[in-house]
């Protein structure tokens, strides 16, 4: 009898482990979208177009942060498998300043999902990073239309990493909710992710949940614009009224954002 209960217990453990073996990992988020930076070059056809210039012809003159850098195509740059966004000291156009903004609009635009990128970046006084989202056919203006800041990081404030929606209330005045998450000065590569929803917006740092906001929040309920197309935006600024005092001396040499890989997941019916 003995005998008979052991063989029982040994076909019944092989059968569970046969199970485990073949049964496939069921994930909830499938890759619809990634640019890991392979080759020498950005790929402009496919992911990415420039926003060149202060923001003037786009309406948004000093993009509308008073920002005191002028955008090039020539301060980003693929090199080793990263994207290089290079801030420097430089006069050109009547600004002290360049740097670089990219973005994926009419090129990898999506509704929902979860966007990620690792990415390590310069904490030079003066320098403000940001990895954020913007509507991309909006039926309204800024505010009314929604943005998504996944991650902003500002040399004047080393030591946190800021996550904010910005919105507008029923009288279309902006405003915003956001959190601060303590970050440790490491000159490390660190994934700063979302993950959005019809009913939700969750903030990650290194996988971490560090901040969520929610559409029955009454701040926000009735004004909820994220349930249309958005697209990612890479960008180091200068100055202006995030950025603040400038470390012009230590600009004189270039300083970076530095993005490994960009991708996008989202739940497949």
Known sequence: MRTLINLIIILFSFTLLNCKQSDPIET???LVWEDVFGGNAIDTINNWEFQIG???????????NNEDQYYRK???RVSNGKLLIKAVAEDYNGYSYTSARMRTKGKVDFKYGKIEAMIRMANTKGLWHAFWLLPSTPSQNWPMSGEIDIMEYVGN??????NTLHFADNFDNHQYIGSATPFTEDNQFHLYSIEWDENK????FDDEETFRVIRSNPNISSTWPFDTEFHI?????VGGNLGGTIDAASLEYPKYMEVDYVKVYQKLE
């Open 74 to 76: 020539e301060n980003a």
């Open 157 to 162: 404030a080393p030591h946190e990493i800021l």
């Open 233 to 237: 935006i890479l960008n180091t600024a």
């Open 54 to 64: 202060d923001g003037a012809n786009y309406g948004l003159w000093r993009w509308g």
């Open 201 to 204: 917006i969750i903030w990650y």
């Open 28 to 30: 909830e988020y499938t």
